[in-house]
């Protein structure tokens, strides 16, 4: 826990709140042990968690960090929807560390490299940590002029809220439906 980080500070401090808001939220899933789980749960479960990593891979990690192919604005706007419907913040953020940490791999510079800190910290702890929390715009100027990125990015907590009211009324409408 005390190694040092680009910050300056060591980079293992998780912002505690968000730590446990992340495992509550997981933790929660343990109440389908008491209300039961249903195919359509079930199906619904995977659908969401494919959709939602098609968005991180395809949208936030090949398409606004390494920009690997090109699409429409209205496409773009979906992909960043689903990238940050994910909870993994905000388009412009996560492209512009992603960008930092291959300009920088496996170095004390680099923001989450599984090599030098762990497969916990590459993937989920540098996401929690307060280390991180500002964008970097040096490294992502090509998505800055696009303001509905922009907006996505500062409000980066609607997509994860509006899926879930959204899962809340169609768990709602299948329960009426039955």
Excluded at 23 to 30: D, E, K, N, R, S
Excluded at 66 to 87: D, E, I, N, V
Excluded at 144 to 163: R, S, T, V
């Amino acid at each position: 826990m005390t190694k040092k980080g680009a910050t300056g500070s060591s980079n293992k401090f998780v912002n505690g709140i968000k730590q446990w808001v992340f495992f509550g939220v997981h933790a929660m899933c343990l109440a389908a042990l008491w209300t039961g789980i249903s195919w359509i749960a079930v199906i619904t479960c995977l659908a969401l968690y494919y959709i939602r990593m098609f968005g991180i891979t395809a949208g936030y990690h090949r398409y606004f960090s390494h920009r690997s192919y090109k699409t429409s604005r209205a496409f773009q706007f979906f992909l960043a929807w689903l990238g940050a419907s994910a909870a993994q913040k905000g388009p412009i953020w996560w492209a512009g560390h992603h960008r930092h940490h291959h300009q920088h791999s496996d170095t004390e510079e680099d923001v989450h490299s599984p090599i030098k800190e762990s497969i916990w910290w590459a993937h989920v702890g540098w996401v929690l940590s307060p280390h991180f929390v500002k964008d970097r715009p040096e490294l992502v100027k090509d998505l800055l002029k696009f303001p509905e990125i922009k907006f996505l990015d500062k409000y980066n907590l609607i997509p994860p809220i509006a899926l879930a009211v959204f899962m809340y009324y169609f768990g709602v409408y299948l329960e009426n439906f039955n």
